[in-house]
């Protein structure tokens, strides 16, 4: 996946266009796997996992929950100042 440009040579996310076309070829699956929960039955053993969109919803907000935690609990714990290795 590397091109030669010149003398330097460029990876192929290097390039912001390929970046652009890689997001959007996944916002699009990301679309598509939301439309299709709606026509796929489901088998919930809870209530609440009949909901529409509920694992997605579910997964956003355990991730937003778990970058809150590593910011402001873990890291004081686990931190060393900047200087550190110096």
Do not use: C, Q, S
Not at 2 to 27: C, D, M, Q, T, W
Not at 33 to 50: N, Q, S, T, Y
Not at 63 to 77: N, T
Request: charged share 25%; proline share 5%.
């Amino acid at each position: 996946m590397k091109e030669k440009v010149g003398e330097e040579k460029k990876f192929f996310f290097e390039k912001p266009r390929n970046v652009k076309i890689a997001f959007g070829y996944f916002l699009g699956v990301l679309a598509g796997l939301l439309i299709a929960e709606f026509f796929i039955h489901k088998h919930v053993l809870l209530p609440w996992e009949g909901w529409p969109e509920f694992y997605a919803v579910f997964g956003f907000v355990t991730f937003v929950l778990i970058v809150f935690a590593a910011k402001h609990i873990l890291r004081p714990i686990v931190g060393r100042r900047e200087d550190y290795y110096d």
